[in-house]
């Protein structure tokens, strides 16, 4: 294929890209004059009937995915024996060229952070995965709006092999079921398991821990490296590598790189709700509103939002209301031992150090395991000299 060349009523006018999951071009739309972007896909990835079945069925979900931070796909065609989506064509540059060292101002960080987490929160509840979110399929267009792209491809082109390396290593080639770059993939996309909306969010999670601080959370010089790291290693804390970071922040994003799928944050809708009530609480100086989506009045059964409006709340100032919260929490889900870690972090930071040792020692019993948190979340410096303490972190070795 060439410039100049048409396909259907498009016409090639320059190459943008090339991948694992198809070549880029821009392309002019001679019936209705506009320019638009045109995914040819590769050859013979839906040569059989049973594939061209999943790719049309899957396809027609994904062009029916409309959201402001999502590249809206116009149509899917085939001309001259080759298949292609048409698409929004965004004039933007990719995530990559902003990670800086030291990582972005917060504002920025929130202002991209979280229509990324609303984007993939809008994609996962139409049961669309992504599977190949890293900072190269993300644009910042010139008014600074979030564009994400290739949604679904990988969930329709599998296991058409799309595999990258990092920086250092580019020339990884792995079994064909794999989709993605390595470096972002989450422990079970790695170990090629069944997947589901979760890792997504580990990959939003390394997406993020990279913007906050400049630096991959599991960075390696060779490919073994980076999936060694991905799979047995834990990340340094965030505010380790940026001290400007809100300490919640740092949780925020541990959670998200979970090992385990079951102890991650579970929804993007939690990662977007999260980073929203933090964002008000950094903009306003410390005097903001709970929002009202998180109002625990509205939800009274709903331990995270109970969660969430507790944190905000004692570090607003608002200490006797916020342990209330935790309080209500703690009792919704005694047996959680994500929520009881972040409990007793909020207990800590409040002073109340028998409440937030009894919160971290049950979240011990119920399967918590990270003891490099407990050495590094300065919320619970409070906690260090205490004999519980002590007997805790001896207990985890």
């Known amino acids: 294929m060439e410039p100049g060349q048409v396909l259907a009523h498009y016409?090639?006018?320059?190459?943008?890209?090339?991948?694992?999951?198809?070549?880029?071009?821009?392309?002019?739309?001679?019936?209705?004059?506009?320019?638009?972007a045109i995914k040819v896909l590769p050859e013979g990835a839906v040569a059989d009937p049973g594939r061209r079945a999943f790719f049309e069925r899957e396809a027609k979900a994904v062009a029916a995915l409309h959201h402001p931070n999502i590249v809206t796909i116009y149509?899917?065609?085939?001309?001259?024996?080759?298949?292609?989506?048409?698409?929004?064509?965004?004039?933007?540059r990719p995530l990559s060229k902003l990670i800086v060292p030291g990582g972005v101002p917060l504002d920025l960080f929130f202002k991209i952070a979280i229509p990324l987490a609303d984007a993939v929160a809008a994609a996962h509840e139409r049961g669309i995965i992504h599977r190949d979110l890293?900072?190269?399929?993300?644009?910042?267009?010139?008014?600074?709006?979030?564009?994400?792209?290739?949604?679904?491809?990988?969930?329709?082109l599998d296991p058409v092999p799309a595999i990258e390396g990092i920086e250092k290593a580019?020339?990884?080639?792995?079994?064909?079921?794999?989709?993605?770059?390595?470096?972002?993939?989450?422990?079970?996309?790695?170990?090629?398991?069944?997947?589901?909306?979760?890792?997504?969010?580990?990959?939003?999670?390394?997406?993020?821990?990279?913007?906050?601080?400049?630096?991959?959370?599991?960075?390696?010089?060779?490919?073994?490296?980076?999936?060694?790291?991905?799979?047995?290693?834990?990340?340094?804390?965030?505010?380790?590598?940026?001290?400007?970071?809100?300490r919640p922040l740092d949780r925020i994003l541990r959670h998200c790189l979970e090992k385990d799928r079951g102890n991650r944050t579970a929804s993007a809708v939690d990662l977007r709700d999260e980073m929203e009530l933090m964002s008000r609480g950094q903009s306003a100086g410390g005097v903001a509103e709970i929002p009202s989506i998180l109002d625990p009045e509205l939800f009274p059964d709903d331990a995270r939002a109970l969660y969430m409006g507790a944190n905000g709340l004692v570090a607003l100032g608002e200490r006797e209301k916020g342990l209330e919260w935790a309080r209500r929490a703690k009792a919704i889900a005694p047996e959680q031992p994500m929520l009881l870690y972040n409990l007793g972090c909020i207990y800590s930071l409040a002073g109340e150090i028998d409440e937030a040792l009894d919160c971290l020692e049950k979240a011990v019993t119920h399967g918590f395991s990270h003891k490099a948190w407990l050495e590094h979340d300065s919320n619970l410096d409070p906690l260090r000299r205490h004999p519980r303490?002590?007997?805790?972190?001896?207990?985890?070795?």
């Open 11 to 36: 016409r090639l006018l320059e190459q943008l890209g090339k991948g694992g999951m198809g070549v880029v071009w821009k392309a002019r739309d001679l019936k209705l004059e506009r320019d638009i």
């Open 389 to 397: 303490f002590l007997a805790l972190m001896e207990k985890l070795g």
């Open 170 to 246: 580019r020339t990884a080639t792995l079994e064909e079921s794999f989709t993605g770059t390595i470096s972002y993939m989450s422990p079970e996309q790695l170990r090629n398991e069944v997947l589901d909306h979760r890792t997504d969010l580990f990959s939003l999670g390394i997406i993020l821990y990279e913007l906050a601080t400049g630096e991959h959370p599991f960075g390696g010089i060779t490919i073994a490296d980076t999936i060694a790291a991905i799979l047995k290693e834990e990340p340094r804390p965030a505010f380790e590598l940026n001290a400007k970071l809100p």
């Open 75 to 92: 149509t899917i065609a085939e001309a001259e024996n080759v298949r292609f989506f048409t698409m929004e064509l965004v004039d933007g």
């Open 134 to 156: 890293k900072p190269g399929n993300i644009l910042i267009d010139p008014s600074g709006k979030v564009k994400i792209l290739d949604f679904g491809l990988a969930q329709i």
